[in-house]
């Protein structure tokens, strides 16, 4: 039997990466990661599971984060001008509410 991939670490000049091979046994790199433990916890958490066959839990979001990936996606094909009135109305919610983590679907 296989031993069981772990990834492995690397350094680049301003982060740090993840080294593994994939399904197909191809080696693959992901880097950008701030430490050792956010690419080790990266590849445990995201890439083993689907690896694996098995959905990989996502991150809990915060309602900042949520709302820029909201108005990113909301900007194709809108006028600039629709982007920062919606910017605008829900920057009241991200002054309360910005740091609040946001639960998934059951």
């Given at each position: 039997?296989?031993?069981?991939?772990?990834?492995?670490?690397?350094?680049?000049?301003?982060?740090?990466?993840?080294?593994?091979?994939?399904?197909?046994?191809?080696?693959?790199?992901?880097?950008?990661?701030?430490?050792?433990?956010?690419?080790?916890?990266?590849?445990?958490?995201?890439?083993?599971?689907?690896m694996l066959g098995q959905a990989a839990v996502a991150a809990p979001l915060t309602l900042t984060e949520h709302m820029g990936r909201y108005l990113e996606a909301h900007a194709v094909g809108r006028e600039a001008s629709t982007i920062a009135t919606l910017r605008h109305r829900l920057s009241y919610a991200e002054e309360t509410f910005g740091e609040l983590q946001l639960k998934g679907r059951s």
């Open positions: 039997m296989p031993a069981e991939q772990r990834g492995s670490i690397y350094r680049t000049s301003s982060s740090y990466g993840v080294r593994y091979y994939d399904e197909a046994g191809v080696r693959r790199r992901q880097a950008g990661f701030s430490s050792r433990s956010a690419a080790r916890a990266w590849f445990r958490d995201v890439l083993r599971p689907r």
